[in-house]
C-alpha cells in the first residue's frame, strides 16, 4: 500500500521574513549522477529559502566562505569499492583544521549517497559521512519519509532512514538516477530546510 506524500511546493508568498539560514550541499560526482542528486536537494532546499541561500558545491572547486558560513552541510559521494571515494576522503582530511578549532561545531549535517546497485553498499558510506559529521561535533539530520514503494518512480524505494540513497543505472545522467530517487532527493533537501528553519535561534 502506498502512503501519501506531497512533493514540497513554494511557499506562497506573505509578510513572513526570509529565513536567514543557509545549507551547502558538498558532493563529488565523476559522471554526473551524484551531481544530479546535490542539485535536486538543493531545488528542495530552495523550496524554502532564496536562491542564494542554498548552493551546491563540487569538492573540487570548494567555497570554504560559504561553507564555513552555512548552518547546514549536506555531504554527497558516489560509492567507490565499498566506501567513499579517494577525492572525497581527500576533502574531508582538508577540513582537519576545522575539526581541530571546532570550527563546525553545532552546525546542521546530512547525507546522501548514490550507487549503481540497489544496495551498492551505500549504508556504509552514510555512515562515514554520518561519523565525520559527528568528528566535527555536528548535528545530524536522517531521512524520515517512509517509502511510498520499490518502483522507480516511489519515493524513499530503497528505504534509506539515515540519509538519502539513490541509484543509478549505467546511463546519462539525464536518464538516471529515476524519477522516484530524484523526487525523493527533492523531498529531502526540502525537508532539510524546513528543519533548520524551525530550529533557527529566535
Known amino acids: 500500500m502506498k502512503s501519501s506524500v506531497t512533493l514540497p511546493v513554494p511557499p ?3 509578510s513572513a521574513a526570509t529565513p536567514n539560514v543557509s545549507i551547502a ?16 536537494v538543493v531545488t528542495g532546499a530552495r523550496q ?3 536562491e542564494s541561500q542554498a548552493k551546491a558545491i563540487d569538492i573540487h572547486n570548494v567555497d570554504w566562505d560559504f561553507v564555513d558560513g552555512a548552518d547546514l552541510l549536506v555531504f554527497g559521494s558516489a560509492v567507490y569499492m565499498g566506501s567513499a571515494p579517494a577525492a572525497f576522503k581527500t576533502f574531508m582530511d582538508e577540513t582537519s583544521k576545522r575539526w581541530y578549532h571546532r570550527e563546525w561545531e553545532g552546525k546542521w549535517a546530512a547525507g ?19 561519523i565525520f559529521a559527528m568528528q566535527h561535533g555536528m548535528n545530524w539530520i536522517g531521512m524520515p519519509l517512509m517509502p511510498t514503494g520499490h518502483g522507480e518512480e516511489d519515493l524513499n524505494r530503497l528505504s534509506s ?29 526540502d525537508h532539510l530546510a524546513k528543519t533548520i528553519i524551525k530550529h533557527q535561534p529566535n
Not at 546522501?112 to 554520518?130: H, P
Not at 538519502?164 to 525523493?184: H, R, V
Open 161 to 189: 532512514f539515515l540519509g538519502l540513497m539513490t541509484q543509478s543505472m549505467n546511463a546519462p545522467p539525464e536518464e538516471t538516477p529515476p524519477k522516484g530517487d530524484i523526487d525523493t532527493a527533492i523531498w529531502f533537501g
Open 48 to 50: 524554502q529559502l532564496p
Open 112 to 130: 546522501f549517497a548514490n550507487s549503481g546497485g540497489l544496495s551498492g553498499d551505500k549504508l556504509a558510506v552514510l555512515q562515514q559521512i554520518c
Open 25 to 40: 550541499v558538498i558532493y563529488h560526482s565523476s559522471y554526473g549522477h551524484t551531481k544530479r542528486v546535490a542539485e535536486a
Open 12 to 14: 506562497s508568498t506573505s
